[in-house]
């Protein structure tokens, strides 16, 4: 006899599917899930769970971090003005005595470009 295959909402199991779940995946499922994209274009995340009787595709909730993408924006932006002042012939802000420490209680002072010279 074939088992059944259902897809179901994490957010719809039974407390017995709840606990197979969690016994499935006691350290998260995040390198288990799946993108199923259907024919309308709309798509959603799920993992699989084996029973004695049933094969379930478990619909979960995915938060989409983009974050790192803003990152980038962001520093794609500032290169971008950077890029401006020198093509404008803009001269640097940095003094004589760019290699000297600065006494500031202990720190050293260092500016935005020696920081990514260092990068």
């Not at 995040?30 to 309308?40: D, F, G, Q, T």
């Amino acid at each position: 006899m074939a088992k059944k295959k259902t897809i179901i909402s994490y957010d719809n199991l039974s407390p017995e599917l709840l606990e197979a779940f969690r016994q499935r995946y006691p350290n998260g499922y995040h390198n288990e899930m799946i993108k199923v994209e259907l024919p309308s274009g709309t798509s959603y995340y799920a993992v699989t769970l084996d029973t004695a009787d049933a094969v379930y595709l478990v619909k979960v909730n995915v938060k989409i971090d983009t974050k790192i993408k803003d990152e980038n924006e962001e520093k794609e932006f500032f290169n971008s003005l950077s890029n401006d002042n020198d093509e404008d012939g803009a001269t640097s802000s940095r003094g004589d005595n760019d290699d000297k420490d600065e006494d500031m209680g202990g720190f050293r002072t260092t500016s935005i470009d020696e920081l990514t010279e260092e990068i």
